[in-house]
């Protein structure tokens, strides 16, 4: 079952969990279930658990007695900490689908409440983000088990960023940089604030500058009119697609723009879009998959979830998001380099929720020229600006002038 989408005030607390750099999943547990006693371990978690050496559910022969494994956890409040078990197991019915207990837990949540599970000690921690106010905990610094915790599982984690900050401040105090592209374009900005840095223009998926990773954007007057931010690039796997290559996928969905044949749009797991495009998690498979709404068609495009949490991990352990202000002159577009936000080591578990929610999508820019050349921009994965904290716990703000 997918989860249901976070409230604003969920979103709130787990922002402040990834601000610690607690590196947490999420559970639903259902009406169902919790009379039962019995919860569907979703592909997540289970991700979740593996990565973190607690439990493999792939190697698990069915049989709640004869292979089930247990785990000591915690079911975590303001002011108390209930002891628990977990129960792993895969059932002999069905088809062995793998399931997830907590002991105790109708008694800690409700059904459709939203968990954090959080690996802890050799075990779990959970904490309820619908019924517990971490901001508040966390900002008041109120004493228990919960702020302990969070204290226990946050990141001191530093850098040496010092350098790039100098020659970015030194880039600011000279005022207006004027662009290096001609035309205006989304990269116009990247590859001006690259040129002054002495960095050559490349499209490596190595970070840009000695392991630090440099991404710009336009400053807007309020975060929620903010462009996306781009998180990486990267196709599609064509084994595994029913169409095998862009070319193919702009023959089948593009339309003529002016001189070109183009397919510039945005895909997203919440709707379709003016194409009839759309995402589609494969949980169990562990697949992200393109369809269309196009019976003949449907799933055309696929990329391995576990492939794109690992391109993240290496594009961004850590990135510098340079915000700048656009400034025209005499035709020619000028760039105020304003602040700098400074973020580590992205949450991963975090990357296939946020997909699941809508918040980060994904850009096709593909085009065919009068002259038959066809180039791919993209595919470029992107992510909601008021969604970043979601994604990467921040490390410092910094102004440039």
């Known amino acids: 079952m997918a989860l249901r989408q976070l409230t604003e005030i969920e979103k709130q607390h787990l922002e402040r969990l990834t601000a610690a750099s607690i590196d947490a999943t999420l559970l639903q547990p259902t009406s169902t279930g919790l009379k039962k006693s019995i919860l569907d371990a979703t592909i997540p978690l289970r991700n979740y658990l593996r990565d973190h050496g607690l439990h493999d559910y792939d190697g698990q022969g069915k049989g709640a007695s004869e292979h089930g494994e247990q785990l000591d956890a915690r079911l975590v409040e303001v002011d108390r900490a209930k002891v628990s078990r977990v129960s792993l197991y895969r059932p002999k019915t069905k088809q062995g689908d793998p399931r997830i207990w907590f002991s105790g837990l109708p008694a800690f949540a409700e059904a459709d409440d939203m968990l954090a599970v959080t690996a802890h000690e050799g075990g779990l921690a959970v904490i309820n983000l619908s019924r517990t106010d971490v901001s508040r905990i966390v900002d008041q610094r109120i004493p228990g088990p919960l702020l302990e915790l969070i204290d226990a599982l946050s990141s001191n984690a530093t850098s040496v960023a010092h350098e790039l900050l100098e020659k970015l401040k030194a880039i600011a105090a000279g005022g207006l940089v004027r662009s290096v592209?001609?035309?205006?374009?989304?990269?116009?900005?990247?590859?001006?604030?690259?040129?002054?840095?002495?960095?050559?223009?490349?499209?490596?998926?190595?970070?840009?500058?000695?392991?630090?990773?440099?991404?710009?954007?336009?400053?807007?007057?309020?975060?929620?009119?903010?462009?996306?931010?781009?998180?990486?690039?990267?196709?599609?796997?064509?084994?595994?697609?029913?169409?095998?290559?862009?070319?193919?996928?702009?023959?089948?969905?593009?339309?003529?723009?002016?001189?070109?044949?183009?397919?510039?749009?945005?895909?997203?797991?919440?709707?379709?879009?003016?194409?009839?495009?759309?995402?589609?998690?494969?949980?169990?498979?562990?697949?992200?998959?393109?369809?269309?709404?196009?019976?003949?068609?449907?799933?055309?495009?696929?990329?391995?979830?576990?492939?794109?949490?690992?391109?993240?991990?290496?594009?961004?352990?850590?990135?510098?998001?340079?915000?700048?202000?656009?400034?025209?002159?005499?035709?020619?577009?000028?760039?105020?380099?304003?602040?700098?936000?400074?973020?580590?080591?992205?949450?991963?578990?975090?990357?296939?929720?946020?997909?699941?929610?809508?918040?980060?999508?994904?850009?096709?820019?593909?085009?065919?020229?009068?002259?038959?050349?066809?180039?791919?921009?993209?595919?470029?994965?992107?992510i909601n600006a008021a969604s970043l904290g979601l994604l990467f716990p921040p490390s410092k703000s910094y102004a440039l002038r």
């Open 181 to 382: 592209m001609r035309e205006r374009a989304d990269t116009a900005i990247g590859r001006t604030l690259e040129h002054a840095l002495g960095i050559q223009i490349n499209s490596r998926r190595e970070p840009d500058y000695k392991g630090i990773e440099l991404k710009s954007y336009r400053r807007a007057t309020r975060a929620s009119r903010e462009n996306r931010k781009t998180l990486f690039a990267r196709v599609a796997n064509w084994e595994l697609s029913k169409l095998k290559s862009s070319r193919e996928i702009l023959d089948t969905f593009g339309y003529d723009r002016g001189e070109d044949f183009k397919l510039y749009c945005t895909i997203s797991t919440q709707t379709a879009n003016s194409q009839g495009l759309y995402f589609e998690i494969e949980d169990k498979a562990g697949l992200l998959n393109e369809r269309s709404t196009r019976k003949e068609i449907g799933a055309f495009a696929t990329w391995a979830l576990k492939d794109l949490r690992a391109a993240l991990a290496e594009k961004h352990a850590e990135t510098f998001w340079v915000g700048a202000c656009v400034h025209e002159q005499a035709g020619h577009d000028y760039f105020e380099f304003r602040d700098v936000m400074h973020t580590q080591k992205p949450i991963l578990s975090q990357f296939d929720l946020l997909l699941e929610q809508g918040e980060i999508t994904m850009d096709h820019l593909i085009k065919r020229t009068a002259k038959g050349r066809v180039s791919e921009k993209g595919p470029l994965f992107k």
